[in-house]
């Protein structure tokens, strides 16, 4: 599978005189989503319902067609993390590791997961048999802080965003390519930092920490990224 197609999952446009209707349509089906999972009180139910009822059938149905709309909060969709492991499984061909972040030439390339492993089944689908860099890539799922440091890709789950300090403090020195998925990951020091924009999974890049890690990031992959934060931006920070 080429990584055009990922690529363009993320960055597909809309034609932008419909995107007002079109947010408020999304609007809809994110509350329908919600009301299906969030906890609130009856009372609160019954005033959004008083809201959200009187509009049209067709909008709701027009709805149905439309791109997922983003999750409510500290929720992630399946799609999402599916969108997610093609990203993963793409990002070792546009980066380039230092040799040292290889015992030896027969060395896999490891792409680990610290804290919630929301990816099911599809990361590993996506690598298995897999050969970047004339390596074989194996998925890890990473638990305690001293393994981190043997990964060449660490995508660090929202899980453990309280815990940042300690795991950039654990791999500090080492070549490892971190990946978060919270807004306040690349200011804490991470590389890339997934984001949602108008509904699609989009990547930034922090030029800083990857220097800092040696990796060189191809300027292929920037040119895909929503915004690159390049080190005299990262050092001002």
Not at 181 to 191: L, V
Not at 195 to 209: K, S, T
Not at 218 to 228: E, I, K, P, W
Request: glycine share 6%.
């Amino acid at each position: 599978m080429g990584v055009s197609v990922f690529f363009n999952l993320a960055h597909g446009l809309e034609g932008s005189a419909q995107k007002g209707r079109l947010r408020s349509i999304r609007a809809i089906h994110q509350w329908l989503f919600c009301r299906r999972t969030a906890p609130l009180s009856r009372n609160k139910w019954d005033q959004m319902d008083k809201l959200v009822l009187p509009i049209s059938a067709l909008s709701l149905v027009a709805s149905l067609v439309l791109p997922l709309p983003a999750p409510c909060a500290q929720q992630a969709s399946p799609d999402e993390y599916r969108e997610k492991a093609k990203f993963l499984a793409v990002f070792p061909k546009f980066v380039e590791w230092p040799a040292r972040a290889f015992p030896s030439e027969q060395s896999p390339l490891f792409i680990c997961v610290f804290g919630d492993f929301s990816f099911g089944t599809t990361l590993a689908e996506l690598t298995r048999g897999a050969l970047i860099l004339r390596r074989r890539v194996e998925i890890r799922w990473v638990h305690k802080e001293q393994a981190l440091r043997s990964c060449h890709i660490l995508f660090v789950s929202r899980s453990e965003g309280k815990r940042y300090a300690r795991i950039f403090k654990a791999i500090r020195g080492a070549s490892v390519l971190t990946v978060g998925e919270t807004p306040d990951f690349m200011a804490g020091g991470g590389a890339i930092e997934f984001l949602i924009e108008e509904d699609r999974l989009q990547f930034e890049v922090n030029m800083g920490a990857a220097n800092a890690a040696q990796l060189r990031i191809s300027s292929s992959m920037l040119a895909l990224a929503h915004h690159v934060v390049t080190k005299m931006e990262a050092a001002k920070k």
